[in-house]
Nanobody, 119 residues
């Protein structure tokens, strides 16, 4: 079992920055690939970014490319989402999730953290 807790959300003006954190506890965090997702009201949940267990592979959605970056610190059991140049359309609840194998469902999810970007 892996427990995930997101933090770092809040209200920010357009053009501002936030860094989200996802702290993991339970089984060996370093063995899990991690993803970030978001869901805005009335919208489906969408993929934001991915980082492999070893940090060797990262990718982000085209909608956030050049603005968001993902990193992880396995010693701290934490994955981060650095969000720069935020836009009102980035407003959503952001979730982190963990998977042991690429291509299978994410097995564990956090409770989410709200990010609101004002224009």
């Amino acid at each position: 079992q892996v427990q995930l807790v997101e933090s770092g959300g809040g209200l920010v003006q357009a053009g501002g920055s936030l860094r989200l954190s996802c702290a993991a506890s339970g089984r060996t965090f370093s063995r899990y690939h991690m993803g970030w997702f978001r869901q805005a009201p009335g919208n489906e949940r969408e993929f934001v970014g991915f980082i492999s267990w070893s940090d060797a592979v990262t990718r982000v959605a085209d909608s956030v490319k050049g603005r968001f970056t993902i990193s992880r610190d396995n010693a701290k059991n934490t994955v981060y989402l650095q969000m720069n140049s935020l836009k009102p359309e980035d407003t959503a609840v952001y979730y982190c999730a963990a998977q042991q194998k690429v291509g299978v469902l994410y097995e564990y999810w956090g409770q989410g953290t709200q990010v609101t970007v004002s224009s």
